[in-house]
């Protein structure tokens, strides 16, 4: 698959959105990203991020993709989102400050099931979506969810800390027979720490 | 934001339905040279909405960058440098600050540091 728009829900730091970037960099010049996060200073920082790697993407500070979803819809080849995933109280998830990035309210999944529909519409034909998880989010569950809707998926990363055990799911739509040529996505996405990553931020500020 | 982008925004307002196109208020803008990919263009030029993009190209002060009617698709085949002015106002013009402003509410959402903001306040969600 040649990518053209790839997209980032939840791009924070700009760490991921930044290395995926960074790899498809070498393949082609023509990728468009885009990049959203409901936390002002995170879409501060993500901008930031890309600008030290001289990297391009459009940052739009929004809830998952509202106000940009319906027009375009159906236009991204691949789509990655680190979510806020943690079980916490319900009344945590939400708009304001630093515990929006891992506040996932009950099993974790209050943003990710939102999510999911959202990628739906916008996932094209043949797009690939990863998405991180934790086992209390239930992952088989939103493997199911995104079945009913036509997906396939397979675990593409799986790594364990005594505390909690974490997956980076792909999905790809059933129809489409794509998974073999997906070797440096996939290589691309076990690099990412992503665990550390949303540890750090968790308790730097 | 990119001029790309403001053509896929729309008012995410609850109840609007004329949200689209945003009018776009330039405070500052900055322009960036990005690689010419022909056949990128020609991909994304069917999603485009062109009035939307003349319009913003002229926000910017660009009155003549592009023609006000949308080209047929052959014509953009083959007319090199018609797809490179789509190519600049496309993906070359960087609005860093101003707004956008709905058609149907006059609700502004700011843009600061080239990011625009479409949150919500609690009574348009
Ligand atoms: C676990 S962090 C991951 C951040 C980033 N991917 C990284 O690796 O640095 C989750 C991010 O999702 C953002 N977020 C939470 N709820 C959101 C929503 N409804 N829409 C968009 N972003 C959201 C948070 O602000 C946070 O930056």
């Known amino acids: 698959m040649q990518p053209r728009f790839c997209m980032e829900v939840g791009c924070g730091s700009g760490y991921v959105i930044t290395s995926l970037a960074t790899m498809l960099r070498h393949e082609s010049s023509a990728v468009q990203y885009f990049a959203t996060d409901i936390n002002p200073h995170a879409v501060e920082t993500t901008s930031a991020t890309l600008e030290a790697h001289g990297l391009q993407a459009e940052i739009i500070c929004t809830d998952i993709a509202s106000g940009i979803g319906k027009r375009l819809s159906g236009m991204m080849d691949v789509i990655v989102v680190n979510p806020p995933y943690v079980p916490t109280p319900e009344e945590e998830v939400g708009y304001k400050g630093i515990t929006s990035s891992w506040a996932g309210g009950e099993n974790g999944r209050k943003v990710i099931d939102r999510i999911l529909p959202a990628v739906h519409e916008l996932l094209s034909e043949k797009g690939w979506f990863y998405i991180v998880t934790l086992t209390a989010n239930n992952p088989s569950q939103i493997c199911l969810v995104m079945r009913e809707m036509g997906y396939a998926s397979r675990i593409v990363v799986q790594r364990s800390t005594e505390e909690e055990s974490l997956h980076v799911i792909k999905f790809w739509r059933e129809n489409t027979a794509n998974v073999k040529d997906d070797k440096s996505l996939g290589s691309w996405i076990s690099q990412i720490p992503l665990l550390s990553f949303w540890r750090s931020s968790r308790f730097s500020s | ?125």
């Open chain 2, 1 to 125: 934001m990119r001029l790309l982008t403001h053509n896929m925004l729309a008012c995410n307002i609850k109840g609007v339905t004329n949200g689209y196109p945003l009018r776009l208020e330039a405070e500052k803008w900055v322009e960036k040279e990005v690689d010419f990919n022909a056949d990128f263009l020609r991909g994304v030029f069917p999603k485009i909405d062109w009035p939307a993009l003349v319009g913003a190209a002229r926000a910017l002060g660009f009155h003549d960058l592009l023609p006000v009617d949308a080209p047929d698709p052959s014509v953009l085949a083959s007319d090199d440098e018609l797809l490179r002015r789509f190519h600049r106002a496309l993906l070359q013009l960087h609005v860093e600050e101003g707004g956008l402003v709905c058609p149907e509410t006059s609700r502004r959402f700011p843009i600061n540091k080239g990011i625009p903001n479409m949150l919500l306040h609690e009574d348009e969600v």
